[in-house]
């Protein structure tokens, strides 16, 4: 069985043209791209969409809260 290669960050990157695309679905609108956390951050709206093998998850209750 051959060890399985490790996925690179190239690898697990969003496309920049859906992010074009992409907003809150709360506020409609614009998303920041976090790469190092992997996340989408939606400052209107406080709250960090993540992103999972590439694809972003746009579902308020799977986003983290970036209040204190």
Known sequence: MADT???TVEATRV???LLE???CPL???PL???????????R????AYPIRDGIP???????RSLTE
């Open 5 to 7: 290669p490790t996925p």
């Open 15 to 17: 496309d920049p043209r």
């Open 21 to 23: 695309l992409l907003v």
């Open 27 to 29: 506020t409609k609108e």
């Open 32 to 42: 920041e791209y976090d790469a190092a956390r992997e996340e989408l951050i939606s």
């Open 44 to 47: 209107s709206a406080k709250l």
């Open 57 to 63: 998850i746009m579902l308020p209750e799977e986003a």
